[in-house]
């Protein structure tokens, strides 16, 4: 009987393994894939000679994260690698707006859009400097950070008080019309802010767009050599060096739940694994409420808010083997291992109300990955192996396009929406198509049949938005991995801090089930979500 069962071997599921094992206990991982990874693995499906990631590529918050820097992944195999420039956004005219990890490439690329602008850029970035320590370690601690966001007030207050505050919570849009003259810096803060599902108008876009910029100056958008299953890789080794055992191929429907505590879970095949001490999900939101857990072991209050959980965007994804490099006609994005693909800044605001009126946009912004570029293990010298992203709506009402296209997502609608896509790409690389070997269509439901937890695709476990943050991720009064079900811990990106690949719902996990094995006793919110009034209604404390 293991001390702890965790569900899925995705990177926060094997982060929390590996933190449980460091302690001393006795750690089983199951997971419902052939292999481990969730979202962070490869394959050489589209040409045998080409390496393609399935999900994720780029990893910035990793290179960030104090989690997976811990952990010491290079003693297990692990080799980072970096594209010559971070990040690129050409425009139809030629010109292009360059993320670099050496500042003055960055403000030099800015200047040329508008003199002074690599100046504004210079002003953004000896914020970040000033703030960043104290910025990670509230990203990367539990709910609430008390430590960190005292010590970041009296940062805030050194460094603009209210009006940097102001700053960060404003629109993208507008943030960068107050920042900079030119469209450059503008691009890099909104197309960084589309990472999430956060529209250039929407609040908190801009402090989000910041962020993500800031981490590619600092720490690039690396990639893990040889693929992003690497990363899983030395993980899985890591873990079974700590006397850790990982199970595939075996998916949990139920977590056993007795006397109000988790006791193990019961596996489809019928089997049962008890757990000593706790159950750990790395699992979605409404799959761990709505599916593992019975609903006679959770507050009523909670799966009231459960109707409410807001998943980000869908997502469609294509891959390819390329016989040669990309033909940018800006010569600039030749150099990034991530490129955005929009026309200006109008056209992303386009983009995202296309998708807020349920309709499948008809130039989709896409991330287009050039993973040779970063890694040339990736593929032979000479081709390119690279892939595009872009997003959808969950409920499609309307194509926007002129393809009648519905959401079906059948096998006619998948080709016609990458051909929509590799348009986008040609728009600003003009012969690209011909150059494509092979391809791979990853549809909405394709990502999820490949991960339970990509709903649709939607890649953060849960919007970005400012109304499913901080104390309300997943659900409001739910900020940290503990549960209304003692020895029950949430270690998916749904907890905060939310999406992107740094470990830290995982290690939260860990670390709220290594305290209360310490302090024995309901949490507080435990206590907050079981307290009934007379009525017998669950409320808040």
């Known amino acids: 009987m293991p001390d702890a069962v ?26 419902e894939q052939p292999g481990p990874g969730g979202a962070v693995r490869h394959d050489r499906e589209v040409d045998p000679d080409f390496v393609n990631d399935l999900f994720s590529s780029f990893y910035p918050l990793a290179a960030a994260s104090p989690v997976v820097s811990g952990l010491r992944l290079e003693e297990h195999g692990l080799r980072w690698s970096h594209a010559p420039h971070v990040l690129a956004h050409p425009l139809g005219d030629g010109r ?15 200047d040329a859009f508008h003199d002074g602008d690599g100046a504004a850029w210079r002003r953004l970035h000896e914020i970040w400097e000033r703030l960043r320590p104290d910025i990670l370690d509230a990203l990367f601690t539990p709910f609430p950070p008390l430590k960190a966001t005292g010590r970041l007030a009296l940062r805030l207050r050194t460094a603009g008080g209210l009006r940097l505050a102001r700053t960060l919570v404003l629109p993208v849009r507008r943030m960068g019309a107050e920042e900079f003259g030119g469209e450059g810096g503008r691009l890099l803060l909104a197309g960084n802010a589309l990472h999430a599902d956060l529209a250039p108008e929407a609040a ?16 690039g958008f690396p990639v893990p050599a040889g693929g992003a299953g690497a990363l899983t890789d030395a993980l899985v080794r890591r873990l079974r060096a700590h006397g850790g055992t990982l199970h595939c191929g075996l998916r949990v429907d139920r977590v056993v739940v007795r006397d109000g505590r988790a006791v193990g879970v019961r596996t489809a095949d019928g089997g049962t694994v008890t757990a000593r001490r706790a159950v750990l999900a790395d699992v979605s939101v409404p799959a761990l409420y709505g599916e593992l857990v019975e609903p006679e072991h959770l507050p009523g209050l909670l799966l009231a808010d459960l ?19 990309v033909p940018w006609r800006a010569e600039q994005a030749a150099r ?13 605001t386009r983009f995202a109300a296309q998708i807020a009126m349920r309709q499948i946009p008809d130039r989709p912004f896409s991330l287009f990955g050039q993973m040779t570029t970063a890694d040339a293990s990736r593929s032979p010298a000479g081709t390119e192996s690279a892939w595009a992203y872009t997003h959808v709506p969950h409920e499609v009402a309307a194509d926007a396009g002129d393809e009648g296209l519905t959401g079906a997502w059948d096998l006619k609608e998948q080709e016609l929406m990458a051909d929509r896509v590799e348009r986008q790409v040609e728009r600003f690389a003009p012969g690209f198509r011909a150059l494509i070997r092979g391809r791979r269509i990853l549809a909405p439901p394709t990502l999820q049949a490949l991960d339970g937890n990509l709903r649709a695709g939607a890649i953060n476990g849960g919007t970005a938005g400012i109304h499913q943050q901080l104390v309300f991720r997943p659900l409001p009064g739910t900020g940290r991995p503990e549960t209304p079900v003692r020895g029950l811990f949430l270690a998916s990106a749904g907890a905060h801090p939310g999406g992107g690949v740094h470990g830290a719902p995982g290690a939260n996990a860990a670390r709220a089930a290594l305290r209360r094995r310490r302090s024995p006793g309901l949490s507080g919110l435990q206590r907050a979500l079981t307290h009934r009034d007379r009525a017998g209604h669950v409320r808040p404390s």
């Not at 109707?307 to 490099?325: E, S």
């Not at 490129?339 to 109008?346: E, K, N, P, S």
Request: net charge negative; proline share 2%.
């Open 6 to 31: 965790v569900i899925g071997a995705g990177p926060n599921g094997l982060v929390a393994a590996n933190l449980l094992a460091d302690a001393g206990w006795s750690v089983t991982v199951l997971e």
């Open 307 to 325: 109707k409410r959980f807001q998943w980000d965007f869908a997502t469609f994804k294509v891959d390819w083997a390329l016989d040669g490099p």
């Open 204 to 219: 908190g876009s801009g402090g989000f767009g910041w962020l993500m910029s800031m981490l590619g100056q600092t720490y």
């Open 96 to 110: 292009c707006a360059v993320l670099d990890r050496r500042l003055d490439t960055t403000a030099a690329s800015l």
């Open 336 to 348: 990034a291992g991530t490129v955005h693909l929009a026309d200006g800044l109008d056209e992303l």
